[in-house]
């Protein structure tokens, strides 16, 4: 199944290369023993990158289950055919226990009100539940003293089946640091009180699966490292640690003049052309997710050449600065992300030139970009 970028449409887009994604999945296989389950995260629309394709290759590389934040992420993947475990990490609101229920999610869950709801919900079909709880991270999570009394109530209420103990690192970007151990060995110390020993206890995402075996347990979550970013930036990229790249950018230019010195280029006349310059308007802006912080800071890359991003983002349209090149012309592509020819683009490199994680440069990509699954595989 090769999909291709379509010739008419918006000429911004981005294509999602499959063959990365599971390129990627069998890194995280690999790094793990062979009875470690792998449920990846797919929560935000797969990081921003466009869910159903993503969740069906992963499915398709063998992956147990998926891992979402929201009810309605999960509803999307059930209505889409998916009916492997689903598991929602930022559990439930009140209200929602019957959605959960009907479509079989298995949530986080990691305060005491939540069970009697949970169970009144299950009572005609049992649900599978995971009990969060609270190492270190400072967010969700039932306080180890809190324990005994949901271990109590799960025992008691009808309806509940204790899959196991979660919980989530704080700092798995930075392997050696010693809150990772200090958050290994409380849970180690609350399984040994809980009895819980077997159960399905999960605390590893992608830093911790390539860095820290001692935390993978019965089952893992990796994230990030299935989009292709390094967990550990801004310590490296994701190739340094056999990661390929997911997401390519690309827009194509709109309009191309040389214009005198002297020319302001943009809001508030940020950049002012000190020579006589050639200037090429590309159409996305800070809402398709180009951030306003990397005006007068970003490269592209054109011709396999890389070339400045001159003035201020504007909503719908970037100037570069084309003066270093030969036959720029109207119409040709642009690399926001990724590689043309020799030249490459990191998500790092974007993340670090706009203050912020690979994270976030993904799932801020906007809504209006249309998102192509691309693969070499026919079947
Ligand atoms: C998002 C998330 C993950 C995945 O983290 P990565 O750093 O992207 O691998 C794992 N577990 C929980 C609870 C999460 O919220």
Redesign the pocket.
Known sequence: MVHAPPLSGRPTWLEIDLDAIEHNYLQARQAVAPATALYP?V?ANG?GLGVLPIANRLLRAGADGL?V?TIEEAIQLRQAGISQPLVL??GLSAGLEELVVSYRLRP?VFDLAQFKPLSQAARHQPITIFLKVYTGMGRLGLLPEQLPEALQLVATLPGLHLAGL?S?LAC??QPDHPDNSRQLHTLNTLLQHSGLTHGQT?L????A?LARPDTHFAWV???????GAS?FFPANHGPEVGLQPVASWYTRILQVRSLPAGTAIGYGQTFVTQHPSRIAILPVGYADGYNRLLGNRAQVLLHGQRVPVVGRISMDSIAIDVSALPDVATGQRVTLLGRDHQALITVEELAAWQGTIP?EIFTNLGERVPKYPISSRTC
Request: proline residues 7%; charged residues 10%.
């Open positions: 995260v929560k990081y891992c934040a990490l930022s986080f979660v989530h798995s970007d999960s590893a995402n992608s830093g699966i979550r990796p994230g990030i490292m299935l989009y967990p994270y």
